[in-house]
C-alpha cells in the first residue's frame, strides 16, 4: 500500500515503515558519532523502549556503550490492511541494526503494569544476561491496571486548586486561539498520580530485587518535565506536576530499598520535546514552537537522541552528575535559562495567527511530529508501494 499520513487533532493513526527505520538509522548514526563516557553500562532494561527518550536510551545504550539491551513496550501489530503503531516499526528497525551489528537484544511486546511481564523480563535476565546494571523507566500511558487489585486508573491533563485558561496553538486549524481547562477533583489527581507517578517504577525495582538479577552499584532513571513558570499552570503545578513529584519520592525509596547493593536511582529531568504525549497537552505545542524558536538560534536546541547522549556522558556516567535543587539529574538546564525563558515568554504574549511562522517555529514543530510516525523524511519515497507487514526480530 501507499502509506500518508493520517492525523486527528493530535493524533496520528498510522506509521510509515521504512520511515520509522530510517529515523532510527538517524539517531543510531548519531550517537556512534560522538564520543561516550568511559564507565558504560553493560546490561540494560528499558521499560518503555519502543518511542521517545525511552528508545533513545536504548538507541545510546546499545550502540553508544555496546550495551546489551531488553526492551519492553505495548505496540500494535501490524496486518495486510492495517499499519503498525510507530514504536513497533522502530523497535524492528532497532532490532535489525542490533542484529547486524553484533548486539545482543531482545523485546517483549505487552503490558509492563503487569506482574506476567515482569516475570517473563526477570527470566530472560536470569538465563542470558545474569544481572542488568541500568533500568530506563521511560513509561507513557493514559491509564495503569492495578497488578494486585484490578482497579484501572486513569490519568487527567488538569490544573489544580483553579480552572486555568490560556493561549493555545490549535494544530487542527492552525490558528492561535485559547482553551479552558478546568480544575481537577481529589479523585483526578490521585489517578494521575497512580499512573503516571513512581508506584510501577517501584514495583519492577523490587520484583528485579527480588529475584537477585539487579547488579551491585546498578542505576536506574525515570525521566520527568518540569518547565518553568509558563507551563506550569497545566503541567508542573498541576495534575501532571503531582504524578511527577511522586516520581521524586520513589526515587529516594529505590534507593534506600536497594543500599544493599548500591543502587542509586534518579529522576532525570530532560527538555520539553514533540511527542504523541505532549502534543496532547494544552500549552506545550505553542510553548514548544516558541522554544525551538529561540533554542535553534542560539544553537543550543536538543532533540531526545541529543538529550540522552548528553545524559549518560555528563550526569549517569560521570563522576560529578549536574543535579538540581530537588536532587534530579539536570539535563534540562539550556531550555531553563532565565534569558530563554524570557525570550520565549515574550514569543507566547505577542505572537497571533498571523505571526505564528514569523514569531514561533511552528513549521519544525509539525515535522518533528509528523517524523514520529515515520512520515516527512526527506530520504523516503512516500509515493512507494510498500508493505506495512514488518516483523520484530528477536520478539519474546
Known sequence: MV?????????????????C???????IAYVKSQTQAADK???VLVIGASTGYGLASRITAAFGNNAKTLGVFFEKEPTEKKTASAGWYNTAAFQKAADEAGLWSKNINGDAFSHELKAKAINIIKEELGKVDLIIYSLASPRRTDPDTGEVYSSTLKPIGQGVTTKNLNTTKRIIDSVSVEAANEAEIQGTVDVMGGA??????????EADVLAENFKTTAYTYIGKKLTWPIYGHATIGRAKEDLDR???AITESTSSVNGKAYVTSLNAVVTQASSAIPIMPLYISAMFKVMKSD???QGCIEQIQSLFVENLYNDSPRLDDEGRLSQNYKELDDSVQDRIQHIWDTVDTDTIDELTDYAGYHNEFLKLFGFGIDSVDYEADINPVVEINNLV
Do not use: M
Request: charged share 25%.
Open 21 to 27: 527505520e530510517a529515523h532510527v538509522n538517524e539517531q
Open 299 to 301: 544553537g543550543e536546541y
Open 200 to 209: 510501577d517504577w517501584e514495583l519492577w525495582i523490587k520484583a528485579l530485587s
Open 250 to 252: 520513589a526515587a529516594k
Open 41 to 43: 553500562p553493560k546490561n
Open 3 to 19: 502509506i500518508k499520513p493520517k492525523i486527528r487533532g493530535f493524533i496520528c493513526t498510522n506509521a510509515h515503515p521504512a520511515g
